[in-house]
């Protein structure tokens, strides 16, 4: 593999100029994000028809220009899992590209797997080998050896080849359009994922009540400043479990907060005082201002019908070359019985298995397997599609 290394800000301007009249550009990153608040970019691998070259992120300068000549121009841009690509797109020039084709929500829609790995696409679709052996490699230091680089690289190399293959997948299942929608949806959360508070992702906060869910808040804005201040992650600040823990408690009192294992930290207990503050004006806050609790699924039903319409999607998805779990989850199933239950005069928001592609794909089956319209059996059990759905 013949690649170009770009190491200076005249040479990525040079480079820039040239993506801007390429039909399609594929790219990747390596990025350290065990010590930062924000992950560290180190290198971006960068692959069109005609070009195959290595920016090296820790001494260029300013990488800017490459993220808006991706983001600029008609091209599609290529990924594989491009979540970490696109937030680092998003941060540097707040846009994402106009036509983004990620080969693994691809793979899933052309029912090869999902998610799957770089290196298994590799091998499925191109019968060739991905090497893995600078997995956890610190992209940081330099220089980087020809064998980092190499493997670096190839992340890039067979992108192109992927996307045609399942593309042309794709296109015979009739799903290119499920692929419009699908990337659609995945860049309006990230783009709101990035832009809002993201305080409901810490874990355990199901079923703690509005008081709790404030204090939550209020620890999460906190622990947010902090380790932006401090420039490192911000579970290293205040592990997600400590603030679940304090929201029960429901105490300002120095001496409770000081009294919780976990706590003992120097650093965390020379802002004591600072989380004491926090705590009180989320226990001051009026209750019509506090936050609505996270709601928990409590309903028995909701669980058996989940289940029993859980392994009807799988037996649909497998019979159809689609994964199982890009169409939805349990919890999504249950979300879907519980709007068709309730009505949709009650309806705030659709669920998943009700819009799009998906209620084409399955809500029609639901619905009559939950009105006794359809019906499961069991036919060969030793047979790859044992279930039966009749109707």
Not at 72 to 86: L, P
Not at 91 to 114: M, S, T
Not at 144 to 160: H, I, M, N, P, T
């Amino acid at each position: 593999m013949n690649y170009e290394s770009i190491t200076t800000d005249s040479q990525l301007g040079e480079f820039c100029k040239e993506l801007a009249a390429a039909p399609w550009i594929a790219l990747d990153t390596e990025f350290v994000s065990e010590h930062t608040y924000r992950p560290e970019l180190c290198l971006i691998q960068v692959s069109t028809p005609r070009r195959l070259a290595m920016i090296d992120a820790m001494v260029v300068h300013d990488v800017r220009p490459f993220w808006q000549a991706v983001v600029d121009g008609s091209h599609e841009t290529i990924v594989h899992a491009g979540r970490g690509e696109m937030e680092f797109c998003l941060l540097a020039v707040d846009q994402l590209p106009k036509n983004l084709f990620d080969v693994q929500l691809a793979a899933g829609l052309a029912g090869i797997e999902y998610p799957a790995g770089y290196g298994t696409l590799v091998a499925k679709l191109l019968g060739e080998l991905s090497e893995k052996q600078e997995t956890r490699t610190d992209w940081r230091k330099r220089p980087l050896s020809k064998r980092q680089l190499d493997y670096a690289v190839q992340d890039v190399y067979y992108l192109g080849l992927i996307r045609d293959r399942i593309h042309a997948r794709l296109e015979e299942l009739g799903r290119l359009s499920w692929m419009t929608e699908d990337t659609e949806a995945w860049c309006e959360e990230l783009c709101r994922a990035t832009s809002s508070e993201r305080w409901r992702r810490v874990s355990g906060n199901s079923g703690l009540d509005q008081r709790s869910m404030a204090i939550v808040h209020e620890l999460w804005k906190w622990r947010e400043g902090e380790a932006k201040h401090r420039d490192q992650p911000a579970r290293r600040v205040l592990r997600d479990d400590l603030i679940i823990e304090l929201a029960k408690r429901q105490t300002a009192d120095v001496k409770r907060i000081s009294a919780v294992r976990g706590l003992e930290r120097g650093d965390l207990l020379r802002k004591i005082n600072e989380i004491a503050a926090c705590i009180q004006r989320a226990l001051a806050l009026p209750e019509e201002q506090c936050p609505p609790r996270t709601p928990r699924d409590t309903t028995p039903q909701l669980s058996v019908l989940g289940q029993f319409l859980f392994s009807a999607l799988g037996s649909v998805c497998r019979q159809t070359h689609m994964a199982p779990n890009l169409v939805g989850g349990p919890n999504d199933i249950r979300d879907w019985i519980a709007w068709r239950l309730a009505g949709a005069e009650t309806l705030r928001r659709l669920p998943k298995l009700a819009s799009g592609w998906r209620a084409e794909f399955v809500g029609r089956l639901f619905d009559d397997l939950l009105s006794g319209k359809t019906s499961i059996r069991i036919g060969d059990p030793a047979s790859e599609f044992p279930l039966i759905l009749e109707g």
